[in-house]
């Protein structure tokens, strides 16, 4: 495993913490040596998350949809690390339903958290980056951003708009702060375990170049190099990590 020293003692938040893709992540960053708070609505999760990863500095319940919610988790992060280096914007849901079937209630949630959430909790930790003149901000988008996919237009939309929020936060705040987006494939979570049997699940690896879905940890490998000075002079871009699948 590739190890970035000045990720060391970097201040990190990551939304979506306590499951999936979130939780790899806050477990790669403390294997790295930096101060991690995570952020997720999930409150037994986070209680977990803090039993599997002990050296975590802290967990933070909110709702991520909520602008007065994620005002107080911020203010929690600053009184727990007084101020953020790496925002790793990752909490996001998903409804598998057609789309004559998606009731506007169901859009705007999906929306709201996968785009919301990511607006809001960037321009929070954005606040806190431009006295110190330096930040790095990561979003978790979706090759569902880049391409279309039937049963999905609520979250393709969110993860299209994501990832064109990454790249316009990248061009207002440079050169202090840089921003990109990771467009993770299928990969092997709970939310997608719920969603799919195994029977689908194998189907999808079929079509797949590697024939597997991803690991959480091989996405966490790629927040971790983004947020390195390795990546220093990439900025405003967006990163498929599918298996191929895409190409």
């Not at 953020?84 to 958290?113: C, H, M, T």
């Not at 003149?133 to 999905?152: C, D, I, K, Q, W």
């Not at 990771?182 to 049997?197: D, I, N, S």
Request: glycine share 12%; with cysteine; hydrophobic share 45%.
């Amino acid at each position: 495993m590739a190890r970035y020293e000045d990720l060391s003692g970097k201040r990190v938040v990551i939304t979506g913490g306590a499951s999936g893709i979130g939780l790899a992540t806050a477990q790669r960053f403390v294997r790295e040596g930096s101060r991690v708070v995570i952020v997720d609505i999930d409150e037994k999760g986070i209680a977990a998350a803090k039993t599997a990863i002990p050296e975590l500095i802290g967990g933070v319940r909110a709702d991520v949809g909520s602008p007065g919610g994620v005002r107080e988790a911020f203010g929690a992060v600053d009184e727990l690390m007084g101020g953020v280096d790496v925002l790793v914007s990752n909490a996001g849901i998903s409804v598998r339903k057609p789309f004559l079937e998606i009731e506007y209630e169901q859009w705007s949630r999906v929306l709201g958290v996968n785009l919301g959430g990511m607006f809001l909790c960037a321009k929070e930790a954005i606040k806190r980056m431009l006295p110190q003149r330096s930040g790095v901000v990561l979003f978790t988008a979706s090759t569902n951003g880049m391409e279309g996919h039937p049963l999905y237009a609520d979250y393709n939309a969110s993860k299209a708009g994501v990832i064109l929020l990454a790249r316009t936060i990248a061009l207002e705040f440079a050169p202090s702060i840089r921003s990109n987006a990771v467009c993770p494939g299928y990969v092997l979570t709970p939310m997608q375990e719920a969603e799919y049997t195994p029977e689908m699940l194998e189907k999808v690896n079929q079509g797949i170049p590697l024939k597997r879905h991803a690991g959480p940890e091989e996405i966490a490998a790629l927040f971790a190099f983004l947020a390195s000075s390795e990546a220093a002079y990439i900025t405003g871009q967006h990163y498929p990590i599918d298996g191929g699948e895409t190409a």
